[in-house]
């Protein structure tokens, strides 16, 4: 049977709400003899909490609910390892949902982490979707406090932790110019994102810096699945003029062209210079290590929990944008033009 808050009480000899307290904070009004007595007695008894009856009671439960898209993509777990490290520093547990991109799995899950009375959120909105703005609204009427990781919610300002990722498109680049590179293709995320949108923009910017012409044919759109085939990717390749080097949105649409371009008998970076952007293990560990634009991922994850916190303690602050750096990590999947 298990042991109750009465149980312990009555092996200390100590009142319920004494008890209590101890256990589920660190009243400054006891000595460190009682709470050393208090939580052994608790150990001894096996002893644990009821969360769900301090929250009915309004309490804190020290949950926090984060709700991530896909973990089967390296790129989430990364960012997860460092909020559930700095959630654990301060006492809190995470209740972790996947959405797997649809937006009514998205709905029903933030339903499901409400009734759970979480202390607040830590999302990654599924981008250029609107189906669910209702849904943020209610959170942001609410006040219930919410972190955004990568996607910002149109017209609902909740706090947003991103990456730099215009200057990152920069680095990728500018890199493959100094290598000679003026046929620079750009693979795109298919969606009207704001991740999309400042890459695109940091790729068209390192063009005009390096003064080479942007050319819009040369901005592809790649497959959302990685297995897809690249007929028109490698079209490009047989004709006239085609591109010297590409610069992929992700590491894994830099691993979707590295994948077909081995198939089609194209070599990296003999035929083709190839720079990813996130720091995948997938491109790690290809044949040709993957040249990409570091995320420091981790550091998301610390920071987004840190705001969040920080919104739990000052429900009525401004809001707060934080954007991480990125850095070229150099492998082998570029070399100079002609090389």
């Known amino acids: 049977m298990t042991s109750t808050l009465k149980d312990v009480a009555k092996y200390v000899g100590l009142s319920i709400s004494t008890v209590s307290n101890i256990l589920s904070s660190s009243d400054s009004r006891y000595n460190k003899g009682t709470k050393e007595r208090v939580k052994k007695a608790a150990e001894e008894l096996d002893y644990y909490p009821n969360k769900a009856a301090r929250a009915m009671k309004g309490q804190k439960t020290k949950v926090i609910g984060v709700l991530v898209p896909d973990l089967a993509n390296s790129y989430f777990p990364d960012i997860i390892h460092g909020i559930e490290h700095e959630a654990d520093k301060n006492g809190y547990q995470l209740f972790l949902c ?16 409400r009734q759970h009375r979480v202390d607040g959120f830590i999302l990654f909105p599924i981008p250029f979707s609107h189906h669910n703005k209702k849904v943020f609204e209610k959170l942001k009427k609410g006040k219930l406090p919410v972190v955004c990781i990568d996607s910002k919610i149109e017209k609902v300002s909740f706090d947003f932790v991103g990456t730099e990722d215009y200057e990152g498109a920069k680095l990728a680049v500018s890199h493959l110019a100094e290598l000679g590179h003026k046929k620079i293709l750009c693979l795109s995320f298919g969606d009207e994102s704001d991740v999309r949108s400042e890459r ?3 790729y068209k910017d390192a063009l005009r810096k390096n003064k080479i012409k942007f ?23 047989k004709g006239k003029n085609p591109p010297t080097a590409i610069f992929a949105m992700s590491d894994l649409l830099a691993v979707w062209a590295y994948r077909n371009f081995k198939k089609s008998g194209m070599k990296i970076p003999k035929n083709v210079s190839l720079v990813g952007f996130g720091d995948l293990h997938e491109g790690k560990f290809l044949d040709t290590p993957l040249t990409t634009v570091a995320q420091n991922k981790e550091e998301m994850g610390r920071k987004a929990i840190t705001l969040l916190l920080d919104r739990i303690k000052k429900p009525n602050s401004r809001r707060k944008e934080l954007l991480v750096k990125t850095k070229l990590i150099e492998r082998k999947s570029c070399a100079p033009i002609g090389a």
């Open 98 to 113: 996947q959405t797997y991109y649809q937006e009514s799995d998205e709905a029903r899950k933030i339903s499901l982490l």
């Open 200 to 202: 695109l923009r940091g």
């Open 215 to 237: 050319n819009k044919k040369f901005v592809l759109t790649a497959p959302w699945e990685t297995d897809a085939p690249a007929d028109f990717l490698l079209s490009l390749f």
